[in-house]
């Protein structure tokens, strides 16, 4: 698979894909919520969830304007350099990257659409 400079073996890309499809089966809490909000173009592009980009997998992803949305629970509290490292890759694929805090998604969804609705804006 190639996306940008995002290249990887087939047979990792089939494996990416199988571990997708199952979080896509199993979403957080705040995942299923934010996509409820902004499925099917309500904000004028569609999101795909749990998309796989190279070597990573998206949360969800604006392939019209090359939006990545990554929702970060607890579990990313301990990964802030692969964090980084990752958003780095992304970025230099040509794609975007908007972090939103799980409990933003939870407690004011209206906010996480607004920045979410923000960084569109600014990519088209």
Do not use: N, W
């Not at 400079?5 to 199993?26: F, G, N, P, V, W």
């Amino acid at each position: 698979m190639r996306l940008g400079k995002l290249t990887i073996s087939r047979y990792r890309a089939q494996l990416l894909e199988a571990r997708a499809s199952d979080m896509r089966r199993a979403p957080t809490t705040s995942e299923a919520a934010l996509f409820q909000l902004v499925r099917c173009g309500k904000l004028g592009v569609r999101f795909r969830r749990q998309m796989p980009l190279g070597r990573f997998i998206a949360d969800l992803f604006a392939p019209t304007v090359g939006l990545v949305v990554e929702i970060d629970g607890g579990y990313h509290c301990t990964r802030v350099a692969a964090d980084a490292r990752r958003d780095l890759a992304l970025k230099r694929a040509g794609l975007h990257v908007l972090r939103l805090d799980a409990q933003l998604v939870m407690d004011h969804p209206e906010r996480a659409v607004g920045l979410i609705i923000a960084a569109i804006e600014r990519l088209r």
